[in-house]
Antibody, heavy 122, light 112 residues
Framework: QITLKESGPTLVKPTQTLTLTCTFS??????????VAWFRQPPGKALEWLAL???????RYRPNLKDRLTITRDTSKNQVVLTMTNMDPLDTAAYYC??????????????WGQGTMVTVSS | EIVVTQTPLFLTVTPGEPASISCRSS????????????LDWYLQKPGQSPQLLVY???YRASGVPDRFSGSGSGTDFTLKISRVEAEDVGVYYC????????FGGGTKVEIK
């Protein structure tokens, strides 16, 4: 059974750096093709993809946030960490981490964490 | 950057009746190297994380009822529900992942 759980602060001040941790089980981030992605959803708005890290440590970022985001992994702890600098009230959102499964020549993002709500306010 | 557009924004359906949601991308989602088309569908029920319904256009995820089906090619895709049930309410999203990842704006489905 695959599980993912996000953790981090629920409230951050403007200009601060947000650090979120995704702790997962049921898969290995050392397996070829596997990845972990971060998404977010501002209240009442659509889902947005933020960042992705692959089994080989390759990373991808949302273009308009690339300068503020860093995604890293600790395979020994089964964790993926997302940092976002210079937080703004517009970054208030539920943040989700998601497992990228890979099988044969196919892939999908099926297993999601429960999400963690982050509010940016002074 | 690939832009994904969903229609309609809102959909009110009668239980037992069919429903259809469209998704259009600004460029083809066919990967010419592996032949796969990278368009997925999700349902986000109220207060829940999104759940994968369909991946790569037409492959139903495990546990998804067969009343859900996906179709399409290139830039135009459709999610169909053959007979809507009360538990199908929520917001449906399509997501392209040919180049990075990007969602459509969502379609909110309500029951009459």
């Amino acid at each position: 059974q695959i599980t993912l759980k996000e953790s981090g602060p629920t409230l951050v001040k403007p200009t601060q750096t947000l650090t979120l941790t995704c702790t997962f089980s049921g898969f290995s981030l050392n397996t070829r093709g596997v990845g972990v992605a971060w998404f977010r959803q501002p209240p009442g708005k659509a889902l947005e993809w933020l960042a992705l890290i692959y089994w080989d440590a390759d990373t991808r970022y949302r273009p308009n946030l690339k300068d503020r985001l860093t995604i890293t992994r600790d395979t020994s702890k089964n964790q993926v960490v997302l940092t976002m600098t210079n937080m703004d009230p517009l970054d208030t959102a539920a943040y989700y981490c998601v497992h990228r499964a890979y099988f044969g020549s196919s892939s999908y993002y099926k297993d999601w964490g429960q999400g963690t709500m982050v509010t940016v306010s002074s | 950057e690939i832009v994904v557009t969903q229609t309609p924004l809102f959909l009110t359906v009668t239980p037992g009746e069919p429903a259809s949601i469209s998704c259009r991308s600004s460029q083809s989602l066919l990967d010419i190297y592996d032949g796969n088309t990278y368009l997925d569908w999700y349902l986000q029920k109220p207060g829940q994380s999104p759940q994968l319904l369909v991946y790569m256009v037409s492959y139903r995820a495990s546990g998804v009822p067969d009343r859900f089906s996906g179709s399409g090619s290139g830039t135009d895709f459709t999610l169909k529900i053959s007979r809507v049930e009360a538990e199908d309410v929520g917001v449906y999203y399509c997501m392209q992942r040919l180049k990075l990842l990007a969602f459509g704006g969502g379609t909110k489905v309500e029951i009459k």
